[in-house]
């Protein structure tokens, strides 16, 4: 949740106001909670004449609205320019331009890319006339990123003489906004009587620093009252399918005794001694409980020896709180038994890895205070010891490439059982991995070698657990095959010099199963971001595993978090049921394929919010339809569809880029897959 906050300056109040219009609430947001929904919104104002609106209700044109000065021109930086000097677009994330509405921009200002390297830009109104007023108000919503990053504050300044020389009336301190959206007022009487220019100016003296975000620029002037004209305020009313539950004094309100799992919608109007207000748009919401798992039932067809298949499980954390999972059954305690064949605890040295790197020594060895640095803080692991990791954040952006392998001894093995690797895992990757191609995106895979180093085969290309220690547990016998030999590795990469933070490993375990180690669940322990975080929900690999023709088995996997269990009922062979808990989408999403990079199947999850029309197709790279994996109607709900890298005519698809298109009347999405061979 993004908390607004409401900054006036200098405004001044009449005793006595008449409203000239009763201004409704807008912007309303419901947060939802178990059985409570929270609403919170912005008061809209009137001080007048309307001379100036901006909202950039455009992306592509929003750098073309208002005018732009390089004052302190380095090539680098300020708005609607990156950090090396290419033209960037639009901001995101703020409020749209009208109340209901779903556009999100915002005009742009960026840092340099040096922190030597300075940047003055202005953002500057058309003319403004208030010859004829008599007082004149300003309004914008600003928001910042990277705002610990500022060096200096930035500035809105008033020029009555064509731009020539520039009045400062507010400094916008990056450190006090940061990521919450502000409401800002400014009065500007002072000015009324003369044509202005207003600017918006973007400074820093160092270079490296924030991103400052500014959104719905009004400008009024008047010759009459002074102020927010509106009315005289007496509280606001809070509705709920159409009927009046409550009042509230604040720009706040929690609707509560709500029923989980089921859609509540609300309104909110200004109560005025002159009257109501007309309503806010409409915003619903569905509260649920803290920590929700979907769905609770897996069914698989009867394996033959050495097949394997996975499915997803979808954690949901709608707490306020981060919340720690651990997943558990007989099963898996069987994986967990299994007989050793490499342990390394990555404490004081590595005992069964080596860092490929050698001399240059990209891996370290160390606790959470050694490995550490400004950006990059690892967190302590739960057994509270060392733990291997390599720092990107050291190394930073415009440095050598960093392309490290930490490799396993060889591993002998008979070649009959399974084999798992268990590891522990740190890896924030918070812009996503390589080929989304942003500016500080990383990848950790994870290979295993049957050649002796020759060749590798990838196993996981999807690791990500934000800023939390995660347990995973992969079974590699689809991979090794009947080797009698193999090395596991762990890849890092900064995707040619990237700015990164780097990976952490801990307790690295090979164990070779039997008869009995047939599941694997991955990742088996973690936490889930408090609600709106980045990682408030985590994909869960349940894999199955055939270790003998005709096998069919059933378990059930405990789902724990805190207090609460949820129970998952897996079957092979066997039909299993369990009464499921209905989590609802509460908005249209396609989500990346899970493997990605695959071979020689993948996975595709997608969200219908609303029963509708939906397609799923896939194209190449040159735009031509290669199959529809589905086609028809749905329900509300969360689906899933696997590809096999085979097209419509059966024909086996070459390695590659791929694209997988979600298309419905009322949501349309497009996402990349790479099939490799």
Known sequence: MQPIKLLTVSL??????????????????????????????????????????????????????MVIDHVDDNGQGGWFRGTTGD????????????????????????????????????????????????????????SYTWSEDANDSNMVEVSTDGGATWNVIHASNPEDVAEDIWFVTLDISEFAGSEILVAFRYYDSMGYGENWLVDDVKIWGDHGEVGDTCGTFQNYNIYMDGALIGTSNVESYTATGLENGTEYCFQVTAAYS????????????????PFQANPTSFNFETLAMGEYRQDTLILQNYDTLDAGFEITSIELSNVDAAMDLLVDNMEGNFSGFSDLDGWLG????????????????????????????????????????????????????????????????????????????????????????????????????????????????????????????????????DCDGNWGYGVALDNIAIKEGDDFTWITVSPYSGTLDEMGGINDSANIVVGVYGPYNGFSAADEVIVASGELEITVQVGVGVQVSIEELGIAPLQFALHQNYPNPFNPETMIR???????????????????????????????????????????????LPSGMYFYELKSPLFHSVKKLVLVK
């Open 12 to 65: 001044l109040l009449c005793t006595t106001i008449f409203g000239e219009e009763l201004c409704p609430p807008a912007f309303v947001d419901a947060y939802f909670f178990d059985e409570e929904v929270l609403l919170d919104w912005h008061q809209t104002s009137f001080y007048g004449n309307l001379l100036f609106d901006e909202c950039f209700s455009a992306c592509s044109l929003a750098i073309n609205t």
């Open 87 to 142: 033209t960037i677009d639009c901001g995101s994330g703020m409020f749209p331009c009208e109340d209901g509405g779903n556009d999100h921009f915002s005009a742009r200002a960026m840092y340099t890319g040096s922190d030597t390297i300075s940047v003055d830009s202005r953002l500057i109104t058309s003319s403004i006339d208030l010859t004829t007023s008599t007082t004149a108000y300003i309004e914008y919503i600003e």
């Open 274 to 289: 002159e009257g109501e207000s007309v309503s806010s748009a409409e915003v619903c919401s569905t509260p649920m409980g």
């Open 362 to 493: 990209l891996w370290g060895i160390g606790d959470s205070i050694s490995a550490s640095s400004t950006y990059t803080s690892f967190i302590v692991p739960d057994d509270g010891g060392q733990f291997a990791f390599l720092n990107d954040d050291v190394f930073g952006a415009g440095a050598d490439p960093t392309d490290s392998w930490l490799v396993s001894d060889e591993i002998q093995v008979d070649g009959w059982y399974p084999v798992f690797l268990l590891a522990d895992i740190f890896f924030p990757d918070t812009d996503g991995p390589c080929w989304t191609n942003n500016l500080y995106s990383d990848d950790l895979l994870i290979h295993v070698s049957v050649e002796d180093d020759t060749s590798w085969i990838l196993v996981d290309s999807t690791l990500y657990t934000g800023w939390n220690w995660q347990s995973y547990i992969y079974n590699l016998a689809p991979y090794i095959g009947d080797a009698s030999s193999f090395k596991v590795a762990f890849q890092y990469h």
């Open 606 to 652: 997608f969200d219908v919010a609303d029963k509708t029309d939906v397609s799923i197709s896939v194209y190449n790279i040159l735009g031509e339809k290669v199959t529809t994996l589905l086609k028809g109607s749905l329900e509300t709900g969360t689906y899933h569809v696997q590809w096999n890298g085979v097209s419509d005519q059966g024909k086996t």
